[in-house]
């Protein structure tokens, strides 16, 4: 449901390999709008995956089929669906973590389109609506899941 009829708010969310050597594991974009991107990247270096990663993340991919795709793909889709995305009203790209913007601004190889602006909204996810989808829908540290849950439990 859109909240605001000035702006559309995508919701980032990624997973990654680990804190000291990450490289892109799965990368999500959830709209108020309806829209959705997801892929999983085929060929991330599983050996550069910490043990919590190894533990949580790797055992959820696959739940959609043909989404993992090798990462230059994934630049180059990305880049596409952005590109579709109207601008007015104006994108805003939310994400619950500085290092999912940092990520993604790698994966499409600079910055956003002209027109998208950036928001950290950690403060604005209500906990509570949070953990009901988790506890209704599962895949936590699921980028997916992450992403349609942050935009739900948004306030």
Same mark, same amino acid.
Not at 47 to 61: E, H, I
């Given at each position: 449901?859109?909240?605001?009829?000035?702006?559309?708010?995508?919701?980032?969310?990624?997973?990654?390999?680990?804190?000291?050597?990450?490289?892109?594991?799965?990368?999500?974009?959830?709209?108020?709008?309806?829209?959705?991107?997801? &892929?999983? =990247? +085929? %060929? /991330?270096?599983? &050996?550069? =995956? +910490? %043990? /919590?990663?190894? &533990?949580?993340?790797?055992?959820?991919?696959?739940?959609?089929?043909?989404?993992s795709i090798p990462f230059l793909q994934i630049r180059q889709e990305l880049g596409e669906w952005l590109s579709t995305i109207p601008k007015k009203p104006k994108p805003v790209l939310c994400a619950d973590f500085m290092g999912d913007l940092t990520l993604l601004n790698h994966v499409i190889g600079g910055k956003l389109p002209q027109g998208w602006k950036e928001d950290l909204v950690a403060q604005r996810i209500d906990q509570q609506r949070l953990a009901n989808y988790f506890a209704i829908h599962g895949g936590n540290h699921h980028a997916l899941h992450d992403a349609r849950a942050n935009a739900l439990a948004y306030r």
């Open positions: 449901m859109q909240r605001s009829p000035w702006k559309v708010r995508y919701f980032l969310d990624t997973e990654f390999t680990s804190f000291d050597d990450c490289q892109l594991i799965s990368l999500a974009i959830v709209g108020e709008d309806g829209r959705e991107f997801y &892929a999983e =990247c +085929s %060929d /991330f270096d599983r &050996a550069l =995956c +910490s %043990d /919590f990663v190894n &533990a949580t993340v790797l055992p959820q991919l696959g739940q959609f089929p043909g989404r």
